[in-house]
């Protein structure tokens, strides 16, 4: 089966640098920083209750990728 495509946006290499850094100083891998950054920006939000009815994930729940890892 083909894989689903998803917009993959391009993020400015200054947010890209600072994002390296961080993860280096707080030992987590860039990936998990930018899910927690940006899901605790969104949750709150009505596009974060869309995008969760969408995906069937409950609305108060991390990403599923974020759930899996504790």
Known sequence: MPRRTHYSP???RV???ALYH????LRRPMTTLVNELLT???RDT???SIAT???????QGNTP??????
């Not at 961080?22 to 100083?25: C, H, I």
């Not at 009815?53 to 609305?59: S, V, Y």
């Open 53 to 59: 009815k969408q995906m069937n994930i409950p609305a």
């Open 15 to 17: 947010i890209i640098c």
């Open 40 to 42: 605790s920006c969104l």
């Open 65 to 70: 990728q974020a759930a899996s890892k504790g």
């Open 22 to 25: 961080e993860g280096r100083r």
């Open 46 to 48: 009505e596009s974060w």
């Open 10 to 12: 391009c993020i400015d």
